[in-house]
T-cell receptor, first 110, second 118 residues
């Protein structure tokens, strides 16, 4: 079992819809969780971080964390074509480095 | 404030050649990292440096060496390149912070080096 799992997609949503991206992790001691956005040919860009159970909102983005079920999700409201990218989930288990999922490709159709 | 910078952006090597990838950050971060990214495999940690003067192996260290030259710079060396090392290499840096009782470690990435080994 991979430590951090994501559906590779592509996840296709129409412009203006809510995109829901999910991530599960295997290590129960995981402490902090991150979502990165990566455009094709570019480097990962940090868009959200979450440490406590529940929701955290930042503009059109909402991160949701459920430690009991070991999943973290990212909701993107009012999706725009510019949101089309690969979204990487990353988990920190207390070590210095992050463990990344392989990413979910999101396509927002105009 | 350039953030994390990497050189070169692109490189083509022949099998057996050596090269050093350079990384520098101007955010005064203590920790620095080298990752490789291959299609369908996400980012995998090669080496990291928790602070100046220390380095540790990550998930895929074989075939690589690193040097933490000072707080700003962290280089990755391929002594004898192999086709399996064809990949995109990313450097990142972070600084541990405490927020509302939680210790966290947000990493920021450089633009990457696209390496092809023939």
């Amino acid at each position: 079992q991979k430590e951090v799992e994501q559906n590779s997609g592509p996840l296709s949503v129409p412009e203006g819809a809510i995109a829901s991206l999910n991530c599960t992790y295997s290590d129960r001691v995981s402490q902090s969780f991150f979502w990165y956005r990566q455009y094709s040919g570019k480097s990962p860009e940090l868009i959200m971080s979450i440490y406590s159970n529940g929701d955290k909102e930042d503009g059109r983005f909402t991160a949701q964390l459920n430690k009991a079920s070991q999943y973290v999700s990212l909701l993107i409201r009012d999706s725009q074509p510019s949101d089309s990218a690969t979204y990487l989930c990353a988990v920190n288990t207390g070590r210095r480095a992050l463990t990344f999922g392989s990413g979910t490709r999101l396509q927002v159709q105009p | 404030n350039a953030g994390v910078t990497q050189t070169p952006k692109f490189q083509v090597l022949k099998t057996g050649q050596s090269m050093t990838l350079q990384c520098a950050q101007d955010m005064n971060h203590n920790s620095m990292y080298w990752y490789r990214q291959d299609p369908g495999m996400g980012l995998r940690l090669i080496y990291y440096s928790a602070s100046e003067g220390t380095t540790d192996k990550g998930e895929v260290p074989n075939g690589y060496n690193v040097s933490r030259l000072n707080k700003r710079e962290f280089s990755l060396r391929l002594e004898s390149a192999a086709p399996s090392q064809t990949s995109v290499y990313f450097c990142a840096s972070s600084e541990r912070a405490l927020v509302a009782g939680h210790s966290y470690n947000e990493q920021f990435f450089g633009p990457g080096t696209r390496l092809t080994v023939l």
